[in-house]
């Protein structure tokens, strides 16, 4: 993912000031320099001195433009830096990323505190800032608190999102490599002998990005091995409601879902029909949660390495903590666990 232009510029003119290219009390390159010299709009340019003052690496004098300021460094101990980890609700049976955060946060000496999405609904963003130093947020639905999140964001309050990227915001995001997990589902159902194979999904009117790119795997994958058929993202038939309809009038034998609870949904309404996995039907969900396991039969699915996302968060909010410069979104290896819902029919 490619870091907004504002932000580049803002991070060149810290890595000038922190080895002393650019010294302390001299004056930064004006918004018109560096609209030319990176040639964006002066709005961007002038953004980018912003998120610097924002820092407090610069001071901007009316009339004279933005100088270096002298960074006053804090020591932080223990309890004097405090994160807050927001999840989306209770109870949640996939997403175990605290093995993976809680040691990382600890081992840095700072007190993580957990809590679920409401409280972004009944805190204000001043409040969020005045009593956490940053924020690791695994978010249900990408439209939700973006009031408050836009705010945090005008303050550069370090946010790190886990598993959602939030497209107009600027927060960097810890996501699984969903785009290969497509791939590699399809790639299976292939190679067992599958040719008329659908992507499944909720029916859910607006889908997340991991979703699509799960789909998007799916349609490269049956692209390269020059099978035609494939379902769309629109397709009210490709949803646990319509796949009866969908299997019967397209003749389908192996099935991708976007996840594994609308695989085992799909198991639950076909196999009262009267069909059997995976004499009848190959299955693939995406999660590995831990029905998965207890299913009858056991799910295929490709599995997030919860554990390492959550390290990766921790370590990321560290970092821009320590360093004060916002980093990139990451990538983390997906799994395919083979279990018994699908089979070969070549």
């Keep these: 993912m490619s870091v907004p232009l504002y932000q580049q510029i803002c991070n060149d003119l810290v890595k000038e000031i922190k080895t002393n290219n650019l010294k302390v009390g001299e004056q930064l390159p004006t918004e018109k320099e560096l609209a030319l010299t990176y040639k964006v709009s002066r709005i961007?340019?002038?953004?980018?001195?912003s998120e610097l003052e924002q820092m407090g690496m610069a001071t901007r004098i009316q009339g004279k433009g933005s100088f270096v300021t002298k960074v006053k460094k804090v020591q932080f101990s223990g309890t004097n830096r405090r994160l807050l980890f927001v999840m989306p609700f209770e109870g949640m049976n996939f997403g175990n990323f605290t093995p993976g955060l809680l040691p990382t946060i600890n081992a840095a000496e700072i007190t993580l505190f957990m809590t679920y999405s409401n409280y972004l609904r009944e805190n204000s963003a001043t409040s969020i800032r005045e009593n956490f130093d940053g924020l690791i947020y695994y978010p249900m639905h990408t439209e939700d608190f973006l009031d408050v999140l836009l705010e945090l964001s005008m303050y550069n309050f370090p946010i790190v999102l886990l598993d959602k990227k939030i497209i107009d915001l600027p927060f960097p995001c810890v996501f699984a490599d969903n785009f290969n997990g497509g791939i590699l589902a399809t790639h299976l159902l292939i190679q067992q002998g599958h040719q008329r194979?659908?992507?499944?999904m909720s029916n859910e009117p607006h889908h997340p990005h991991t979703t699509r790119n799960r789909y998007l795997g799916y349609i490269k994958?049956?692209?390269?091995n020059h099978l035609s058929y494939h379902t769309t993202l629109d397709d009210p038939l490709a949803t646990v409601e319509g796949i009866l309809k969908l299997i019967e009038s397209q003749a389908l034998t192996g099935l991708v879902c976007e996840n594994d609870l609308v695989a085992l949904q799909i198991m639950g309404v076909l196999q009262q029909q009267g069909y059997s996995f995976p004499m009848d039907i190959?299955?693939?969900?995406?999660?590995?949660?831990?029905?998965?396991?207890?299913?009858?039969?056991?799910l295929t699915t490709i599995a997030q390495d919860f554990q390492k996302m959550g390290q990766v968060a921790g370590e990321m909010i560290i970092d821009w903590l320590d360093h004060g410069i916002r980093p990139e979104d990451k990538k983390v290896d997906i799994q395919l666990i083979k279990r018994n819902s699908t089979r070969d029919i070549s």
């Design 44 to 49: 961007t340019a002038k953004r980018a001195l």
């Design 197 to 200: 194979i659908a992507y499944v």
């Design 221 to 224: 994958e049956l692209k390269e």
């Design 282 to 298: 190959s299955i693939i969900g995406f999660d590995n949660i831990q029905a998965t396991q207890l299913s009858q039969p056991g």
